[in-house]
């Protein structure tokens, strides 16, 4: 007898209760125990190990989102950072899941860091949710479904200055969840060139080799001025979380995000919420219009005002700024 199909609702209600559980895991973590990523994905002579991190939290929050869904969903695949040696998706139901996307924000204790939530029907994401819990914003969609922000929303006015009578009666505020479809900016702007755009990009682990070149001759493309044949964006935004990178984008913040070098668990989760959101997720090299979701090289754009399939100009214009036959190769 064939399995029934998946409830992508009770599939998203469980992502969604298991991020916010495991964001208390590592808001309450201290990333003192501190190691370089030794598995066969990451073992790589242009890699610099002090930029390729990993904490006891990842590893104790990837058990622990797995322990339950295994307990849940015996049946399904699970592709995990911390545990997976290929980084291969297969078209089997796989939940997908990086513990802590932005590694070393969180061991910077800078607060962008997200956990990415996945679930996957033949080779596509239709679930996702990225929780930043130090922010407490969750970004969470189902195909077909739109996608969405439940985020805190604090009836106050302004902050009360240190030594006031408010700060010194240290009254208890508390947050009140909202939830808001994406994209929030509303109406649309329309598309323009790429010298009006907001672009996100990431300088990865690799700091050496042909895909680190074509990173820095295309973030000088993007970011120069005419004189070096640059577009002159109004500005490059490294972030260091792929997950909240694909949800800004989701959000309207950004107008598009370019990465070569990470993997499935860090953009499945996004894909869903940025596609939900009228975005589009195409490769990181020229004519890659359809992408696997493992492709490891990835271009998003937002939504814009002319709707969906109007972003085309956009996307061959930043495959544009890489030229001379260069491409992104992992």
């Known amino acids: 007898m064939p399995e029934p199909e ?22 309450s973590a201290n990333p003192s125990s501190v190691d370089t990523k030794k598995n066969s994905l990451t073992m790589s002579p242009s890699r610099h190990p002090a930029s390729d991190l990993v904490t006891e939290t990842d590893k104790a929050v990837e058990e622990f989102v797995f322990g339950h869904l295994r307990s849940k969903y015996p049946s399904y695949a699970l592709l995990g950072e911390e545990t997976s040696h290929t980084g291969t998706l297969t078209p089997a139901p796989t939940f997908i899941l990086d513990p802590i996307d932005g590694t070393t924000n969180f061991v910077h204790a800078h607060p962008y860091i997200s956990i ?20 407490q914003q969750i970004y969470h969609a189902i195909t077909g479904n739109g996608a969405f922000l439940t985020a805190p929303c604090i009836p106050s006015s302004k902050p009360p200055r240190p030594g006031s009578a408010t700060a010194n009666e240290q009254k208890k505020v508390e947050a009140h969840y909202t939830t808001t479809q994406l994209p929030l900016q509303q109406p649309l702007r329309p598309w323009g060139k790429l010298d009006t755009c907001l672009l996100a990009v990431e300088w990865g682990n690799e700091r050496s080799g042909a895909n680190w070149e074509t990173k820095l001759h295309t973030f000088a493309g993007l970011a120069g001025d005419s004189t070096t044949k640059g577009k002159m964006v109004h500005s490059l935004r490294s972030l260091g979380s792929a997950a909240l990178n694909m949800c800004a984008v989701a959000r309207g913040d950004l107008d598009a995000y370019w990465e070569g070098g990470c993997w499935a668990w860090d953009v499945a989760a996004g894909w869903v919420v940025v596609t939900e959101a009228g975005g589009r997720v195409v490769g990181g090299n020229p004519g890659e219009w359809e992408p696997r979701v493992d492709a490891r090289r990835y271009l998003v754009v937002r939504a814009g005002e002319e709707g969906k399939g109007q972003e085309g100009g956009l996307i061959e214009e930043v495959w544009g700024v890489m030229g001379d036959g260069r491409r992104l190769e992992y």
């Open 6 to 27: 998946p409830n992508l609702q009770e599939i998203h209600d469980v992502l969604f209760d298991i991020a916010l559980e495991a964001g208390d895991m590592i808001t």
């Open 116 to 135: 990415s939530l996945a679930f996957s029907l033949n080779l596509r994401p239709v679930v996702g949710v990225v929780y930043n819990p130090f922010t």
